[in-house]
């Protein structure tokens, strides 16, 4: 039985991992797969791929491209969605702030250097032509620390996942201002170095499962019930959600999109060089 460590952020995109994980599916092929929750997100991720603590990450392609770049022995295995995330940039309710120019020299509540709250900040602020160097940043954990930053004043605005918000936003706790794309598929999976050449089979077992799941995921019989259940949201929101959300599915990912997204990364000033696009990857 190989054992293998999975994490993920806590939210309805990895749900598909849940379902096979409830139906043992990954014994079929002898693993013994166990979840963990990273609520940091993607900083978190990268930390623990470094340290071992996970084998296998469901991470933001910015985060894990820019955390390889600079030292993190692991390859992207495949793309798990295809579809842009969207990250609301959000001020708390009794804010001044009114609108995105408004922002340019305010303080970004972050989960961690290098997460995807960090980085989505400096896309963002790129796009609105503001100098990044003069980007200021607070670092407050997850979701939770950016609620509280906000609402003490230590930070003036949070971008996380839009659909993950929402429900924030409607309570009154967030206000949006805005909201900014990835210019890229938002999520890859990431693996250790060392997984990959001790126990490839495995690998390549578990993506099988997990595409698989995700080819019929939006088919489940009341999915958008279940989800919106879960992660307390409105069932208009889940079914938006799943309407612009497309899983990969296991096509294999391509040196040409790795390369796209490092000359963008590096035009954001995220990454200080473009590496060998074949040095990032590796399809099972």
């Not at 598909?16 to 014994?27: F, I, R, S």
């Not at 609105?128 to 003036?156: C, H, P, R, S």
């Not at 019929?216 to 999915?223: A, Q």
């Not at 096509?251 to 790795?258: E, G, R, S, V």
Request: hydrophobic residues 40%.
């Amino acid at each position: 039985m190989t054992e293998l460590k999975v994490g993920g952020v806590p939210e309805h995109f990895n749900y598909p991992w849940y379902l096979t994980l409830k139906n043992k599916e990954y014994a079929n092929g002898k693993i013994n797969l166990r979840w963990k929750n990273f609520p940091g997100g993607t900083g978190e991720m990268c930390k623990g791929l470094r340290s071992g603590t996970v084998d296998v990450a469901i991470v933001l392609t910015e985060g894990i491209i820019k955390d390889i770049s600079e030292g993190n022995p692991s390859k992207i295995v495949q793309v798990f969605v295809d579809s842009p995330l969207i990250w609301g940039i959000h001020v708390s309710e009794n804010s001044a702030f009114k609108s995105i120019e408004e922002l340019e020299r305010a303080t970004i509540a972050i989960s961690r250097f290098g997460s995807g709250s960090h980085l989505m900040a400096i896309v963002n602020a790129f796009n609105q032509g503001w100098n990044i160097d003069q980007l200021k940043f607070e670092v407050v954990g997850n979701l939770q620390g950016g609620i509280n930053a906000l609402k003490n004043g230590t930070a003036d605005y949070f971008m996380w996942e839009h659909f993950t918000t929402k429900p924030l936003v409607d309570n009154g706790v967030f206000r949006r201002i805005k909201d900014c794309l990835t210019p890229w598929p938002c999520f890859v999976i990431a693996v250790r170095n060392e997984v990959l050449e001790q126990h490839p089979e495995a690998v390549a077992s578990v993506l099988e499962v997990i595409n698989k799941q995700t080819s019929s995921f939006k088919n489940i019989r009341n999915i958008d019930r279940t989800l919106a259940i879960r992660y307390e949201q409105k069932l208009s929101d889940v079914q938006k959600w799943l309407k612009i959300t497309e899983w990969n599915n296991g096509k294999p990912i391509t040196k040409n999109l790795i390369s796209s997204i490092q000359k963008q990364l590096f035009r954001f000033n995220v990454i200080k060089e473009i590496k060998n696009s074949g040095t990032f990857i590796k399809n099972m």
